[in-house]
Nanobody, 122 residues
């Protein structure tokens, strides 16, 4: 089994910062690409950022320059540092890792965490 747990959400004032963590545990061979998504009430889930196994990063335009995604491969953990937060950033943030697992036959599979709530409000 593979578990994905996000943490670090909370209530913050506009202009503030939060750091989200995503810990992937269980029987896996490796942690591949990891995506962060978010979903605000009444909206569709949208991609926020991606980090590859090599550390290459992609950011959606609406967070570019404010958010930073990073990873600690030794801990199978991915972080999302969020600075200069705006009320529009209010959403549930989800971690979506791709993991490689299996026995003699290795395969890749995507998982989702339950999400962590981020609320930006004065």
């Amino acid at each position: 089994q593979v578990q994905v747990e996000e943490s670090g959400g909370g209530l913050v004032q506009p202009g503030g910062s939060l750091r989200l963590s995503c810990v992937v545990s269980g029987t896996i061979s490796s942690l591949n690409r990891v995506n962060w998504f978010r979903q605000a009430p009444g909206n569709q889930r949208e991609l926020v950022a991606i980090i590859s196994e090599d550390g290459e990063q992609y950011y959606s335009e609406f967070v570019k320059g404010r958010f930073t995604i990073s990873r600690d491969n030794a801990r199978n953990t991915v972080y999302l540092q969020m600075n200069s937060l705006k009320p529009d950033d209010t959403a549930v943030y989800y971690c979506n890792p791709e993991v490689r697992r299996g026995g003699p036959l290795q395969f890749s599979e995507h998982f989702w965490g339950r999400g962590t709530q981020v609320t930006v409000s004065s």
